[in-house]
C-alpha cells in the first residue's frame, strides 16, 4: 500500500534472528552528486511524501515494484506463462493488470532478457557494508564516502541509525539526503554519526507544500531549525521546478527563513526529465510530462536572488 502522506513513524525492520534489515531499492556506486568526492549512495524504499517531480517514483511505496523495459523485451512469453496471477498478457509487448499483479517478482525471475526488473530488496547491515567496502579506496583517494538517501531514508530510523554507525566505525565520511519530513526524534539520535546532512527545502508556504508534496512543510522546518541550533553541517538543497516553487515571492521566502539559521550554502537542483521514463515503467502517470526543464539563464537569475541574501549558491549538486 502507498504511504500516507502524514506517516512519520519510523517502520519496523527486524529479520531473522533480530537481525536489523533495511529495504533498499538501490546501491549506486561512483556517485559524483550526492555528497564530496566519489560516494556510493544507498537508496532505501518509502517516502512519507509525493512530490509532483520526484525523479524515484520506485522508492516512493513500502513495497516491491515491478517495473517493465519495454526495448529489452523479446516476446518471448515467459513472463506472462510463469505470473501465478494470470495478471500478463503477450500483445504488442507485455500488457500488466494492475489489480491482478501482486508484485511477487515471479516475472522478474522468468526474464531472459531483464526486461523485468524488482524494486526493493530486504538487506541487513553488514550486507549492505560488504558492498559499501568495495568501494573505500575511491572515498579514501576522493574525499568521498557513503550517503544514504531515498524515498526518505529515515523512515527507517533503526536501520540508518545501524548502518551510520557501520560507516562510522570504519572512518568512513557519511552524508544523509533528506525531505526533514521525519520524526525529530530519529533526527536527534542520528545526528552525531553524521557529517552531512543533505537537507531539501521546496516551497515555503505549507498549504503550496501540501499541493505539490502531499503534506505541509511545518516538520520540515522545525527540523531544519533543531539542525542548525545543533551546530550539524548542513547543505540545503532546493529541487528548481518550475511554475512549482520558482517565483520571487518563494525565493524570497526562503531567505528570509534561512538567513537567521546560519547555514550558508545553498545547492539549486534545477528539475529534469531523467526520472519521467520510471513512471511508464512502473505504470503510474506523471504530472510533469509538459514541464520543461529551468533554462540556464533562469537558474542564474535564481542563484543570483539568492546570493544577495548572503548564501553560497550553487547550480547543482
Sequence with gaps: MPVPPDFVATLPATGHAGAVKGFVFNIMRFSLHDGPGIRTTVFLKGCPLRCW???NPEGQHMEPEVSWFAERCIRCGDCVRACPHGALLLDEGVLRDADRCQQC???VDACPAGAHQLAGRWMTVPEVMDEV????VFFEESGGGVTISGGEPLMQGQFVEELLAGCRERRI???V??????AADVLRRIRANVDLFLYDVKVM???RHRDAAGAGNERILRNLEMLARLGRTVIVRVPVVPGVNDDCENLDAMGAFLSPLGLPRIDLLPYHRIGGGKYERLGRPSRMDKVEPPSAEHMESIAARLRQCGFSVQIGG
Design 53 to 55: 517531480w520526484c525523479h
Design 205 to 207: 508556504d505549507s498549504e
Design 105 to 107: 517478482g515471479a516475472c
Design 133 to 136: 567496502l568495495k568501494d573505500r
Design 177 to 182: 539526503e533528506t525531505s526533514g519530513f521525519a
Design 173 to 175: 565520511h557519511i552524508a
